[in-house]
Structures are given as C-alpha cells and as structure tokens.
C-alpha cells in the first residue's frame, strides 16, 4: 500500500498588528491600582500621611497653584480638542482595550475638573462644556488611571497640538500626593534614596563587596584585572547608574560592559556610595522638591569626589531628568571640564571611543545572538544623545552593530520616536500592577514576534532599567525567554577583546550551539 | 493582614513581606511558602539561609548573580544558575524568596 505523505500548504506567517486597535471594554481595567503609600512613606518625602480632612478644597487649590506656576500645564489642559488622534496610541489602551485608557480619555479625568474650576464656561455652565465636580468618585478613577499611565508620550508624538499628557500625569499624581493619596512603589522608593543614596536601600558594604564580587567573575573570565572602584577622590568620571545594576540580570551585565569599556580606554573613574542611584523617581510622582533634592546628591558627589565629569549608565527616565534638567536642578557644573557634554551618557562615551578606533570588538562573540533593539520612550522622546538629531537612536543602534553581527529592527512604526513604551515605566513596575503590565507590554511584544518570525530574531536589547525589569517579567507570557532581554552594553561586554583577554573557552562554544536561530541564513541579514 | 503560627500573630504587609524581621522563624518559612504554594525542600532552604546570612552581614539581599554564585558553590554547576532558581521559586529567586526568608522586599526597577 502506498502511503501518502500529504504536507499542508505552507501558509505566510500571520503576524498580529503591534496597533491593532481592540474591541472597546468600557470599564475594563477600573479596578487596577497600586497599593497606597503608607504614613511612614508618604511623611518621609513632605507628604500628608494620609488623605487630609479637606482634601477636596486642598486638592483644587493645588490644580490651581499649578495651573499658575506651569503655564504648560495650563495650555495642555486648554487646548485639547477631541481630535481622537492620540486614541490608539497608548500601548496601555491597545492592550486593555479600556477606553478610558485611551489618552484624551484619561486626561479628560483632570481636564473635566479644571473645567469645573477654573474656565469660566465650566463654572456656569459645566453641563455645555463637559465640566465635573471633584468627588469622591472622580479621585478614585484619578488613582486609578493616572497609574495606568507610563508618562511615555507615544500619544504626544502624534497630538497635532504636542499636549504632553505625561505632565498631565504628573500634575495629577502630585495633587493626590498633596492631598496624602500616594503611591507606595515610588514614594517609598523616593524615601529610600533621601536615606541610602539608592532605590535598593543598598549600604555601602554590600555595594562595595557586590563590586569586588564582580571584579573577580570578569577576572575568571578575561585573565583580565578590570577595577568597579568606589568612592576614589580625584577620579576624572564619575559614573552614576541605576541601582539595579548592581542587583538585577540582565542590569548587572551592562555595568560589566562599562566597567571594560573604562578599562580599555584607561579611564580613571569611579562610582558614589552617596549617589548610589541614576533614577530620580521624584520624576514619575511630579514632585519637584523631591527631583531636586535626589538631583542634588549627584552634585555633591561629584564635588565631595573632585571628578571632572559626570556619566550616566543606562537607565531611561534617567537620562531625561539628567539630560533636561541636571543643569537646572543641581547646575550650575562649572567645576566640572567644560570640553565634555555636562551630563554625558554611557553610550556617547561607548561611541566616540568606537568612533576613534579605540576598542576592538570580536563580533563573534555574539553570534549566538539574532538582536534587535528596543528604544526606551524616554530616550527616544525626550532626550537625545550626540551631537546629531537621532543621536539616541543612531548612537545606540550603532554600538550594537559594532559589537553584533545580526542585528534587525523592528516595524518602523513600533521604533525610533514611534516607540511603544515597555509597560512598565513611569513608576508602575511594581507586583501588584502586573496585569497593567503585561498587557500594555502587548504592542511591543507584538513587533518582537514579528522580527522573531522574519529573521530568527532572538534576543532584544535595552538601555534602561525598568524596561530590562519589565521584559524578563513579562517575555514568557508571550513565548520568549526571560534572559532573551539584555543591556546595551552586555553585548559590548561580550565581543570588547580587552588587552591581555585570555580567548575563548570551551563554555562559549557549547552555548553558541545550543542557542536557538544559530545557522541562518547570513545573507538575510540587513545591511 | 498577618500569618497566624503556635497562636501567635505576625503581621505582613499587602503582598505578604513581614513587617517585623526577628518575629521570622523556620516554622513561619514553611507558612509563608504554604501560602505561595511552595514546597519547602533542602534546596529550598540552602538558598533561604544564604539569603539570611548575606543579609545578615549586609542589611540587604544579595544580587542575584550572587546568590547564583553562592548556590553553584554549594550545590553545584546544574543548579547554579537563574533558571534552576526559577524552578524553587517560579515569581523570582529575589522577591519571592526574600518573603519567605523573612527579609523586606528587594525595591527599584528590579
């Protein structure tokens, strides 16, 4: 009898639109919330302890006092004009299909009470003019959604107006501060830098044996001395990180990264015990006073330690603090060397040095790895890096084909100033918000599985903290291993040939085999 | 929100941490994992009572690079990494452990 091997037609992979826009699910994410700060927290940073007696009468003035002191503000909750622009721009609206997490919804939910207040339509004629009191009800749907808000401004991007709903955000999550309704993730989080320095609550000891800890893996493995110094007067840089850096995977492996860097370069430099900490969460609540008190440590430590520059690791809304407003916080650095970018970023650093022909790299090193890149919305949409427009998405992208022999961006409208936010960012990477989280990180994991189904992409790098956090969370829910997120500057780590490096070991070539989309087809590659 | 052990009360805090670090027992290890739906097993506790000591000698949790250096010393190359980690502990050998070794949460962006 013959058998008849019948094979299926071989079908074009279907790949799920990253913006595809959802069934509308009104209410559907009403009971997501983080946890409330406690008394402890909130009175550790210069805020009630709990929500006050007169908060509603508190609560306007605040609006108010803020309304007059940041024209922005004001301009942003005047202009809107119900365009529907920003509707499906939000990953956490795609994700959750909640409409109120649609931008111009979720903004609504402030804009609606300074109508109430503060237009004059909306004080005598609030029903023509969509204007609200502030009730009970209304604060809850505040707690609620302005926490289902990463402050990533993909939606701003796209706003033909530029309202930048991320200060809308802000200037809510402040007033709930004012009034004693904070957030436990960051405010106690802000607490912990004001008494050690870091978000971790990491003590000098342990920052220093973590240190000597790492010192030691990466003379096992080059043969090399490479130094992680702390707190070394008289050093030109300073480097300044997040904390999770010297915690977390894949974090800890791109402090590798610059320690080498450093290190081929004959750079003197050095970290801070005191300025433990790249992250200025003051930021993400909108506090003001806390941004500039965390700000200030980094200007003492720079001073206490005589350096000559300040470089910042690899950590998103860090970068935009620093790169917007180190000078303005903590300014003027005029004892700091003038012929370099006052903060500068790690990448900058990684890159002029590439440029001039200083580091060799044995990209091989790396073949194990298919890569793409993810643009932190921070970077991309306020900062900027180098000396040209893109820099901060030229600069990194060329460090990883420097250093990666396969690298492959994902659709372009999912990159670059288009990028979609992790789900985890502006202060929402904590447990209890794990749903949030997961399913704003849907668009993004959608433009993965694309370049994954296309060119065997296997990996994803990242130049910020959360989004390195976010992503070994989140990846195996939608099929991808937690390692195959990494940083920036751990595929730098991985091809840098330091000198005197001892070559490979056995090691590196069992993993290469073992990896997965090892053996494809090189000609696939982008150029 | 509390364990209840022997007839006594420990308060944890919303996610399960304990609020007052001496009231830690071994017996309360096994009640904090009971209600993460862990098992406690030897290899359980090796990693449980390095996460106590370093603790102890540094008023925080080890990274976790070294704790898997720790483990790989003392069990062995096969369970010395992160996944075999994940393993014991399926929410992260950081938080979820340190919950059941009585210490506080690991805070920031990990």
Redesign the interface.
């Known amino acids: 009898m013959v058998e008849l091997k019948i094979r299926a037609p071989v079908q074009p992979k279907e790949h799920p639109d990253p913006s595809e826009i959802p069934t509308l699910e009104p209410g559907a994410m009403a009971d997501s919330k983080p946890y409330s700060a406690s008394e402890e927290h909130q009175t550790a940073i210069g805020f009630p302890g709990e929500l006050v007696d007169d908060w509603k009468e508190r609560a306007i003035a605040k609006l108010g006092e803020l309304v007059s002191t940041s024209r922005g503000l004001r301009v942003y909750l005047d202009t809107c004009v119900k365009c529907g622009a920003c509707t499906d721009k939000c990953h956490y609206f795609l994700g959750t299909a909640d409409p109120n997490n649609m931008p111009v919804a979720r903004q609504d939910l402030l804009r609606k009470v300074y109508r109430r207040y503060f237009t004059f339509a909306g004080k005598y004629f609030p029903w023509l003019v969509g204007a609200e009191d502030l009730t009970e009800e209304v604060l809850d749907e505040w707690y609620s959604y302005f926490h289902q808000c990463s402050q990533c401004r993909r939606c701003s991007v796209y706003c033909p107006y530029g309202i930048d709903t991320a200060e809308v955000s802000m200037a809510a999550r402040e007033i709930m501060d004012s009034i004693g309704k904070g957030q436990k993730y960051c405010n106690e989080i802000i607490g912990k830098v004001h008494k050690y320095g870091n978000n971790l609550g990491l003590q000098e000891k342990a920052h220093r044996a973590t240190l000597e800890d790492l010192e030691e893996d990466i003379e096992d493995e080059t043969g090399v001395t490479v130094r992680l110094p702390l707190d070394e007067k008289g050093a030109d840089i300073l480097l300044v990180t997040p904390s999770a850096d010297f915690f977390a995977e894949p974090h800890i492996d791109g402090l590798i990264g610059y320690a080498k860097v450093f290190h081929q370069a004959g750079a003197s430099w050095t970290m801070s015990s005191y300025a433990s900490e790249a992250a200025n969460f003051g930021m993400f609540i909108g506090s003001h006073e806390n941004m500039h008190e965390l700000a200030l440590r980094i200007r003492k430590a720079a001073e206490d330690l005589q350096v000559k520059r300040i470089i910042f690791g690899e950590c998103g809304h860090a970068w935009r603090a620093a790169y917007n407003f180190l000078n303005t916080l903590a300014g003027p650095f005029d004892f700091l060397d003038q012929n370099y970018p006052i903060p500068q970023h790690i990448c900058e650093y990684t890159y002029d040095l590439i440029e001039k022909g200083e580091l060799t790299f044995d990209k091989s090193q790396n073949d194990h790895i298919r890569l793409t890149f993810h643009d932190s919305c921070n970077v991309s949409r306020a900062s900027r890096m180098g000396d040209e427009p893109g820099g901060q998405f030229d600069i990194p992208r060329a460090i990883l084909r420097a250093t990666c022999n396969h690298f492959y961006d994902m659709p372009a409208d999912t990159i670059r100033e288009a990028t979609f936010c992790c789900g985890g960012g502006g202060g929402l990477l904590t447990d209890e918000l794990m749903d949030l989280r997961k399913k704003g990180a849907q668009p993004r994991m959608r433009a993965l599985q694309d370049v994954a189904d296309e060119h065997g992409v296997t990996h994803m790098a990242a130049i910020c903290a959360i989004c390195k956090t976010q992503f070994a969370k989140v990846m195996p829910d939608y099929g991808f291993d937690m390692d195959s997120v990494v940083s920036v500057h751990q595929m730098v780590s991985n091809a840098i040939v330091l000198d005197g490096q001892i070559t490979d070991d056995d090691d590196d070539d069992e993993e290469k085999a073992e990896a997965p989309g090892n053996g494809m087809d090189a000609a696939e590659e982008q150029a | 929100m509390s364990y209840q052990i022997n007839g006594t009360t420990v308060e944890h805090d919303?996610?399960g941490y304990i609020q007052e670090l001496d009231k830690w027992s071994e017996q309360l290890a096994e009640v904090i994992a009971a209600d993460e739906n862990i098992e406690m097993t030897d290899e359980h506790w090796e990693v449980v009572n390095f996460l106590r000591d370093y603790y102890e000698?540094?008023?925080?949790a080890?990274?976790?690079?070294?704790l898997i250096?720790a483990i790989k010393k003392s069990m062995g190359k096969d369970k010395g990494n992160?996944k075999y980690l994940?393993t014991l502990f399926p929410y992260?050998p950081?938080?979820q452990a340190c919950k059941i070794a009585g210490l506080?949460k690991?805070?920031?962006?990990?």
Do not use: L, M, S
């Open positions: 919303e996610e000698e540094y008023q925080i080890p990274a976790v690079r070294v250096k992160n994940y992260g950081a938080k506080p690991p805070t920031g962006c990990v």
